[in-house]
């Protein structure tokens, strides 16, 4: 079949106004640009946005706005190729820093779009979550899942900062985001990070499983941490070193848009990550990492964020020769696998 379609210019001018009038548009002169061959189009650029450029910037914030202004004060990391009006990191992922100072509170609220907090500095902030009063620590995950409750918190003397990762701009592309107002919400003593501490065992009281959709809310790094490494040093010959976040219960994604996982590269590695269909985000949590995406090449120092189109091959360098390198990475791959466009190239 020709590749040449008719293009809009060649109808006339009355037969076009015609079709507008009734609301009506030809799909020939746009079937390309929707269908196009072999690879999809992508407004996804590979961006990176080194933290030592935010921090001040974010700090600044916390002094320019109060948190009773800001509600959630966040810069969004806004990925130029959607333009940055639209804050997304990718079609379905928005990032943004979040600043928290000492003594504030953000208020109890709740929304359609899945969240997750990677925290990135500080310590003596909290987020409670559907009752449960989660501790944030550096390279903790913390889930807010839809629907659910969350409100922020700090007790202690330092600026805590934390990444966010949700799915807003396609639950916003569905028509169906918005938020409730709450208050401040009681404090239950249950902790899923100690009822599921153990892989492979998860609680059964009088044989009853939990009902809970989301009974895990808060993934400690030091658990995460300890699970790659023995994962190494248990299969040496291991490519990638990489775990994921999951549902204790279901053995599922931990949310069901977006994926999360950690990846350790030994020193001196070099990992290369096949092209697959999801737009990928990588956060360094330790160490340093040269990231190859495209024509471009990223050095992610500590705290730094990046992100990659789909369909796109990496390639990682632990650019370390005596350490272990760490990051967070988040994609749209349970997305993907349930519309059945996940595909791996």
């Known amino acids: 079949m020709s590749q040449e379609l008719g293009r809009l210019e060649d109808l006339p001018q009355d037969y076009r106004d015609a079709l507008a009038s009734h609301n009506l548009v030809p799909l020939w002169p746009s079937l390309r640009g929707v269908l196009p061959p072999d690879v999809p189009t992508r407004q996804t650029r590979a961006t990176h946005w080194p933290y030592q450029t935010i921090r001040p910037l974010l700090r600044k914030a916390g002094e320019l706005t109060p948190i009773e202004k800001a509600e959630r004060r966040v810069l969004v990391l806004a990925n130029p190729g959607h333009g940055l009006d639209k804050m997304q990191a990718s079609a379905a992922i928005y990032l943004g820093m979040q600043l928290l100072l000492p003594g504030e509170w953000a208020p109890s609220h709740r929304h359609t779009p899945n969240a997750v907090r990677m925290v990135v500095e500080g310590a003596g902030a909290?987020?409670?979550?559907?009752?449960?009063?989660?501790?944030?620590?550096?390279?903790?995950?913390?889930?807010?899942?839809?629907?659910?409750?969350?409100?922020?918190?700090?007790?202690?003397?330092?600026?805590?900062?934390?990444?966010?990762?949700?799915?807003?701009?396609?639950?916003?592309?569905?028509?169906?985001?918005?938020?409730?107002?709450?208050?401040?919400q009681t404090v239950n003593p249950q902790r899923g990070e100690r009822a599921y501490a153990r892989g492979g065992v998860v609680p059964s009281p009088v044989f009853q499983r939990s009902s809970k959709a989301y009974p895990m809310l808060r993934y400690p790094w030091a658990d995460a941490r300890a699970a790659l490494e023995s994962l190494a040093a248990d299969q040496p010959d291991l490519g990638a070193v990489q775990v994921t976040y999951t549902n204790p219960e279901t053995g599922a994604h931990c949310e069901n848009i977006l994926g999360f996982y950690a990846l350790m590269l030994r020193p001196g590695q070099t990992l290369p990550l096949p092209a697959r269909s999801p737009a990928t985000v990588l956060h360094q949590i330790e160490g340093s990492t040269e990231v190859q995406v495209e024509a471009q090449t990223f050095t992610l120092a500590e705290a730094d964020t990046c992100c990659s189109p789909g369909y796109t091959p990496i390639t990682l360098k632990n650019t370390s020769p005596d350490q272990p390198a760490f990051l967070f990475m988040a994609d749209e791959t349970p997305l993907h696998q349930k519309l059945g466009v996940y595909e791996v190239r």
């Open 126 to 184: 909290w987020s409670t979550v559907d009752g449960e009063k989660c501790e944030m620590v550096r390279g903790d995950l913390i889930l807010t899942p839809t629907g659910l409750w969350h409100e922020h918190g700090h007790d202690g003397s330092e600026p805590v900062v934390w990444l966010d990762v949700l799915d807003l701009p396609l639950v916003h592309y569905l028509e169906t985001s918005y938020h409730v107002n709450g208050g401040r």
